[in-house]
């Protein structure tokens, strides 16, 4: 008996539902197994963080965009200090130090303070004419730079030599009227400082060589195309993308190839960025994240990172954040899988167990209990106490697990220490391959 006309048209649209079904599945796997690789930290905050700042190991700034304050942490996120802003609408903030940082924004008139203090007084610091201020940069505690948008057709490409004492416009700074502030300025050194900006002959990157005071060069991208961001990762090699492709320069942005398309799929690029002295590059869309570690070669499944709409910075492979909504800052942690719950029980007392197996290769599970809600932060250092291995995240009371994963590591004796509260508790691991 053959199947009716009615069945078989029920039969093609319970596979078409199937499919999608099954593609939904497919993407929720692919970016929720990306996603685990970031860690959300919740800060005292409840506001919209912009942008953050890392200059050393574990200390972060960030600077929220309207309502959040400044806040500042100085063991990777465990914990924070904040600080109230001396104007509305930061939007940018570098810092060299626990001590010394810049903000820097839009309303009201573009303004600039620089702390000395960590972020308990802000002091205005001026500068004319006066302008929409798109990224700040310093070198070192004197030497700092910022692009403002441009008065009257010229860019102003600010200078300072005493810590923003004072700033002085460069009498070279460049020339148009549409800037294009997704990359933010980028610097690799005094040498090299670059900026994209669209013009009626197609878009252009801005490139500053030879000291601060040097003449600006534009630079077509292949074909006129219209790549917003740029980045280098020395002299000669830079990477361009508008999120949907890719392409590549090998003498320093005179000539482009095209590499390959883009992991975003978006042309609105919120930030592109390189980490020193790798082959890992990042470019963030919105609240998706693609992620390259053999210079855009190939990449990762796209992370959906919800509410991390913020600036991307990264400083090494242990330092990659990410402002976002709520008070929340999101890290990147490549060997970090995530803490799973094996109990919502509440136990008695917190606790720190033996990792199993032990000794391992390459991986092994490491269970805790905690007694209340808080943040927890697990640290593996190797046997000279350097960090190979941090996670932070808030959790209820219960008991936890996580897979550590040593496969980057080389053989030998390894310690954890788990902080939660006032308990700290340190036990010893070994890695055998």
């Known amino acids: ?5 009615f069945f078989n048209r029920i039969m093609e649209v319970n596979m078409k539902q199937l499919i999608r079904i ?3 599945l497919s993407f929720i796997f692919l970016t929720t197994s990306a996603y685990c690789q970031w860690q959300t930290i919740q800060t005292p905050s409840t506001g919209f963080f912009h942008d953050v700042s890392i200059p050393s190991p574990n200390l972060i700034w960030a600077v929220g965009a309207d309502d959040s304050f400044i806040v500042r942490s100085t063991d990777g996120g465990l914990n924070w200090v904040s600080f109230n802003r001396p104007s509305l609408q930061m939007y940018i903030i570098f810092a060299i130090d626990t001590n010394t940082a810049w903000i820097s924004g839009g309303n009201p008139n573009g303004r600039i303070y620089k702390t000395t203090s960590g972020g308990i007084n802000w002091v205005e610091q001026t500068y004319s004419p006066v302008s929409f201020i798109n990224n700040i940069y310093f070198f070192n505690s004197n030497t700092g730079i910022f692009f403002t948008d441009p008065v009257a057709g010229v860019y102003g490409f600010f200078i300072t ?4 004492n004072t700033w002085t416009r460069s009498p070279n700074s460049p020339t148009g009227n549409i800037l294009l502030t997704n ?5 690799l050194d005094t040498n090299l400082v670059w900026y994209v900006l669209y013009t009626t002959a197609g878009y252009r990157m801005l ?3 030879g000291g601060l005071n040097n003449t600006w060069v534009s630079i077509p991208f292949m074909n006129n195309s219209p790549m917003t961001n740029v980045i280098f990762k020395d002299m000669n090699t830079a990477l361009a993308t508008n999120g949907l492709q890719v392409q590549i320069s090998t003498n320093g942005g005179l000539n482009w190839t095209i590499k390959n398309d883009s992991a975003i799929g978006s042309n609105i690029v919120r930030s592109f960025i390189h980490i020193p002295s790798t082959d890992w590059v990042f470019v963030k869309s919105g609240w998706r994240v693609g992620m390259s570690f053999d210079f ?4 990762q ?4 990172i919800t509410d991390a709409g913020g600036i991307m910075r990264g400083y090494d492979t242990n330092n990659i954040f990410i402002g976002g909504d709520i008070g929340k800052i999101f890290k990147y942690n490549h060997a970090y899988i995530g803490i799973e719950t094996l109990s919502s029980e509440i136990p008695e007392n917190y606790s720190l167990s033996q990792n199993y197996p032990n ?4 991986s092994t599970n490491i269970e805790f209990s905690l007694p209340k809600a808080g943040l927890v932060k697990l640290t593996v250092y190797d046997i000279l106490g350097a960090e190979v291995f941090s996670i932070s995240e808030q959790k209820q009371a219960g008991k936890y697990k996580v897979q550590f994963d040593g496969t980057s590591l080389a053989s030998g004796l390894y310690f954890y220490t788990l902080k939660a509260g006032s308990f700290i508790e340190t036990r010893k691991l070994v890695l055998v391959k």
């Open 207 to 209: 490139k500053l060589t």
């Open 359 to 362: 000794p391992f290769n390459p």
């Open 296 to 299: 855009c070669e190939s990449w």
């Open 22 to 24: 099954l593609i939904f």
């Open 161 to 164: 030599r005493n810590g923003g």
């Open 183 to 187: 990359n933010r300025m980028g610097v």
């Open 1 to 5: 008996m053959q199947p009716s006309p």
């Open 301 to 304: 499944p796209p992370a959906l």
